[in-house]
């Protein structure tokens, strides 16, 4: 199976800061990687795919990107919104795995 | 609007079988596979397996095939998934999700998940 290690694992920031969350897959997938928001009680929510485009209706402050096996996830401007759980996943090869997931609190 | 709505959350003895369904509207049920997705407590997500509403075929990841079984009524346009031979370690909330094209494997839209409690 792939394994998808994100970091940190959790981070602090306040409003109105930039943060970046890393995912690092153990081999190649390609451009397949999406990530997800995910807050306590809620369906996740899907903001990336094939690792740097953007789904429908997702505000522009996030964005990905790709160097190899290493994906990034930067969130320009903070909302208070924003605060919840990230997570990454490979859609390359089956079974179709997820990072461990990035707890983004308000500093 | 494009939804997936799931049953309730249950509560099981160890060695039960739980069925949770996912009722989909506001798109072409048969066009899209679903895709079922867990989470226990502390844990990351973990994909389980999908099925293709159009065919009935299915794909199920190796740590649950022999012990899960995802099935389909296009008629109400509903998916099920139902998990045999419950342990403790099954307690998670089981989320349904519906793959956002051709079988890209990444989910646009989710259930509002189940939780389902394993407890004796």
């Known amino acids: 199976d792939i394994q998808m290690t994100q970091s940190p694992s959790s981070v602090s920031a306040s409003v109105g800061d930039s943060v970046t969350i890393t995912c690092r897959a153990s081999?190649?997938?390609?451009?397949?990687l999406a990530w997800y928001q995910h807050k306590p009680g809620k369906a996740p929510q899907l903001l990336i795919y094939a690792a740097s485009s953007l789904q429908s209706g997702v505000p522009s402050r996030f964005s990905g990107s790709e160097s190899g096996t290493d994906f990034t996830l930067t969130i320009s401007s903070l909302q208070p919104e924003d605060f919840a759980t990230y997570y990454c996943?490979?859609?390359?090869?089956?079974?179709?795995?997820f990072g461990q997931g990035t707890k983004l609190e308000i500093k | 609007q494009v939804q997936l709505v799931q049953s309730g959350a249950e509560v099981k003895k160890p060695g039960a079988s739980v069925k949770v369904s996912c009722e989909a509207s506001?798109?072409?049920?048969?066009?899209?596979?679903i895709h079922w997705v867990r989470q226990a407590p502390g844990q990351r997500l973990q994909w389980m397996g999908w099925i293709n509403p159009n065919s009935d075929d299915t794909n199920y990841a190796h740590e649950f095939q022999g012990r899960v079984t995802m099935t389909r009524d296009t008629s109400i346009s509903t998916a099920y998934m139902e998990l045999s031979r419950l342990t403790s370690d099954d307690t998670a909330v089981y989320y349904c999700?519906?793959?956002?094209?051709?079988?890209?494997?990444?989910?646009?839209?989710w259930g509002q998940g189940t939780m389902v409690t394993v407890s004796s």
């Open positions: 999700a519906k793959d956002r094209g051709k079988q890209d494997n990444i989910f646009d839209i």
């Open positions: 506001g798109y072409t049920f048969i066009a899209y596979y």
């Open positions: 081999q190649d997938i390609s451009r397949w």
């Open positions: 996943q490979q859609a390359n090869s089956f079974p179709y795995t």
